[in-house]
């Protein structure tokens, strides 16, 4: 119970100042957060035996952070293009031999946040 007192602490005094000054600093601050989540949503997934891919996961998530905060009028492109990169990317992996690729696909589209607004 200490430590995560501790690591809320920790957590409330680094935010503070990224919410008081915002833009970059902030933007920062959550990708961290964001990223870190759409690693561990891919590793779990690996762990159940399917394969979003993590490279398309995790850069498209900062993808998508950095264009809704900076060029939000690009973003729907942006998603759109980034469903059409994953749907190439795990035909090609049906295609080498995966059966459970359209699931994989599903899983690395779910993965990007497509509903974040930093």
């Keep these: 119970m200490v430590r995560r007192t501790v690591t809320a602490l920790l ?11 915002g833009g970059v600093l902030y933007f920062l601050y959550m990708c961290i957060f964001v990223v870190t989540a ?24 900062l993808l998508i952070l950095f264009i809704r905060t900076f060029m939000p009028a690009w973003s729907e492109l942006t998603f759109a293009g ?4 994953a749907m190439t990317v795990h035909i090609f992996a049906y295609e080498r031999g995966r059966d459970q690729a359209a699931l994989d696909f599903v899983l690395a589209v779910i993965g990007a946040p497509d509903h974040v607004r930093p």
């Design 11 to 21: 957590l409330i005094v680094t935010i503070l100042p990224a919410v008081y000054f």
């Design 38 to 61: 759409a690693v561990e949503y891919v590793h779990i997934f690996q762990i159940t035996k399917f394969e979003p891919s993590l490279p398309l996961t995790v850069g498209g998530t």
């Design 82 to 85: 980034l469903i059409l990169l």
